[in-house]
């Protein structure tokens, strides 16, 4: 007796649905990502066993690269407004609406002498980058100590921002130690050390 054979049909599934969370799972993860803010020089950080995190709100960046050259940035535009506005008025330099402007960008770095932050600000991004390079970041010396005026101002507009040093792994001690020293110089004795997360060694 013959077998009677069903005809096949064509499995069809609808991912009509699928699409739509994927699309909305994208969305969700691009309006809620941080994006880091591109820095001045590429710095390499030594690694460490803490898992304490540094601040994701509120915090000055300072970075040290291997020469020992010193870059600033806070992550809060209307701070960094008024920031820059204080330090126009240490340093007698008037700034105007579109400087500050400039440099509440997440991607502008107080990364130049303060006689030269005008030009600076004025350039474009590629611009200011070929301008960092050629400078020695900010001064850190007993004469003009530029960065310990940073902070202060940093400080004077908003207590709660907390300090983050950023230094490269082949950064010389002595070179990172000068700039914990005039931190300490100034009453500064909280900051954290930005560290690369490695394993428990055994």
């Given amino acids: 007796?013959?077998?009677?054979?069903?005809?096949?049909?064509?499995?069809?599934?609808?991912?009509?649905?699928?699409?739509?969370?994927?699309v909305l799972l994208l969305t969700f993860f691009m309006l809620t990502a941080t994006f880091i803010p591109i820095e001045p020089v590429q710095v390499f950080t030594p690694g460490s066993a803490s898992e304490t995190k540094v601040p994701d709100y509120d915090v000055i960046t300072v970075i040290i690269d291997?020469?020992?050259?010193?870059?600033?940035?806070?992550?809060?535009?209307?701070?960094?407004?008024?920031?820059?506005?204080?330090?126009?008025?240490?340093?007698?330099?008037?700034f105007s609406e579109k400087d500050k402007n400039?440099?509440?960008?997440?991607?502008?770095?107080?990364?130049?002498?303060?006689?030269?932050?005008?030009?600076?600000?004025?350039?474009d991004m590629s611009d200011r980058d070929e301008m960092i390079k050629q400078l020695n970041g900010i001064p850190n010396d007993s004469i003009n100590n530029q960065f310990a005026e940073w902070i202060r101002a940093a400080k004077d507009v908003n207590d709660n921002l907390a300090i983050a040093i950023k230094a490269d792994q082949n950064t010389p001690y002595p070179l990172v130690q000068g700039?914990?020293?005039?931190?300490?110089?100034?009453?500064?004795?909280?900051?954290?050390?930005?560290?690369?997360l490695r394993g428990m060694e055994e």
């Fill in 1 to 22: 007796m013959s077998k009677v054979k069903t005809k096949k049909h064509d499995t069809f599934i609808d991912m009509t649905a699928m699409s739509d969370v994927t």
């Fill in 66 to 94: 291997p020469a020992g050259k010193i870059y600033l940035n806070m992550d809060r535009p209307d701070n960094k407004r008024e920031i820059l506005e204080r330090m126009g008025g240490y340093y007698n330099v008037a």
């Fill in 102 to 123: 400039v440099f509440a960008e997440s991607t502008t770095f107080a990364a130049v002498p303060m006689g030269q932050m005008k030009t600076y600000l004025s350039k």
């Fill in 179 to 196: 700039v914990i020293s005039k931190l300490q110089d100034i009453k500064e004795n909280r900051f954290s050390l930005i560290t690369t």
